[in-house]
């Protein structure tokens, strides 16, 4: 038994990281505007963002009103805090909204999208894009 604690020791440190490595982001949202992600434009209305696979990196967007879906890959990000609440981040560029983030309350880690060729255009010329923050609810 003496013999097996370390291996015990080392199954249960593995399944915690696992556990904590899989949060997956599956939010929904209402969306007042008309926004963009990657270089697919999607219009106003309630909104469900999904994990695809175990990979996280891509997520599906997906209205709930019509049949505009679209999936794009994205990046981890973190902040020192966990998120107060589950959010949907957007820049706002010219009057152009850009998907930025997506937050889930009680989590430190969230996901980034990469600026849009569009968005990097309209930038140039620009100051600063402004954070617009969308509230939501984690969904299952």
Not at 17 to 31: D, I
Not at 91 to 115: C, D
Request: net charge positive; with cysteine.
């Amino acid at each position: 038994m003496k013999n097996l604690r370390p291996f015990f020791f080392a199954l249960a440190a593995l399944l915690m990281a696992t556990a904590a490595h899989a949060q997956h982001e599956n939010v929904k949202a209402t969306v007042p505007f008309d926004f963009v992600v990657g270089d697919r434009a999607y219009p106003a209305g309630e909104y469900t963002v999904k994990t695809i696979g175990q990979s996280e990196i891509t997520l599906r967007i997906g209205s709930t009103q019509e049949a505009k879906t679209g999936m794009v890959n994205s990046n981890r990000c973190a902040q020192l805090n966990p998120s107060d609440t589950t959010k949907l981040v957007f820049h706002k560029v010219a009057g152009s909204y850009f998907l930025y983030q997506i937050w889930t309350e009680g989590n430190s880690e969230g996901r980034e999208f990469p600026m849009s060729r569009t968005e990097i255009q309209i930038s140039q010329n620009r100051e600063k894009p402004e954070l617009v923050i969308v509230a939501a609810i984690i969904s299952r």
